[in-house]
């Protein structure tokens, strides 16, 4: 094999809960207005199916790092969600046989430039910039052995002080019918990370939060925006 021409990148990683190996990330797909009250929130129609975007692997930001606010933007806002891991591949999976695929769960924020998101809306322009920039993926370490996809309380505070607050069971689609859809657009691989929509309450970040994040039999995650 010929040598790289230029130095090739780390793979980004995610911790393990309970294990000495770490999950490689090998992209991140989420899922847009999962939640009926988020959809609303956001000028959205209840009835309208989820639809994906995509952040690069490396916008992760695994436990305990920092958030620096990025650039070109004065509203930067956090969106709390379930994340699933994919530990098996495959392409038009069936809704049924698609926890079969999963390899665990975690705690996630989808940060996101809504300044710059509502302008490429208003334009009918992409709005890739607005969610796929650096360290705009925070996550909690992967927990494994969940039977069941959760469903329980899912959490989001800034500075102490409660902004989202609601249950998974909530999403519009489950995560059984996202892996799936997911699987329709994309043949899906190990090291995918899929983060399922956020319920109401999304707000703005500033320098100096503390943003800490949890969901029922998940985990939890905490950082600052610096």
């Excluded at 069936?94 to 302008?119: C, E, K, S, W």
């Excluded at 494994?144 to 689609?173: C, E, F, H, Y």
Aim: charged share 20%; aromatic share 6%; hydrophobic share 40%.
């Amino acid at each position: 094999m010929s040598a790289y021409a230029v130095p090739a990148p780390p793979v980004p990683t995610v911790p393990v809960e309970g294990s000495d190996a770490a999950f490689p990330v090998r992209r991140i797909l989420c899922v847009g207005r999962n939640y009926a009250a988020h959809r609303r929130e956001m000028g959205g129609d209840d009835r309208d199916p989820p639809f994906f975007f995509a952040k690069p692997a490396d916008a992760v930001v695994p436990p305990g790092g920092d958030v620096a606010y990025p650039s070109v933007t004065a509203n930067l806002h956090h969106e709390m969600e379930l994340v699933v891991a994919i530990g098996k591949g495959g392409a038009n999976i069936p809704v049924a046989q698609a926890l079969d695929h999963i390899f665990g769960y975690a705690a996630g924020v989808d940060m996101t430039r809504r300044d710059i998101q509502n302008a490429a809306k208003d334009k009918g322009q992409p709005w890739d910039a607005s969610k796929g920039f650096d360290q705009s993926a925070p996550i909690s370490a992967i927990r494994t052995g969940v039977a069941a996809p959760p469903q329980g309380r899912i959490t989001l505070s800034v500075n102490g002080q409660v902004k989202q607050d609601a249950v998974v069971a909530d999403m519009i689609w489950s995560v059984p019918e996202i892996v799936a859809e997911a699987s329709k657009l994309w043949a899906l691989a190990p090291g995918d990370l899929i983060y399922t929509g956020t319920p109401e309450g999304v707000g703005p970040l500033v320098r100096g939060d503390t943003v800490t994040g949890e969901i029922e039999g998940v985990g939890a995650l905490s950082f600052r925006v610096i």
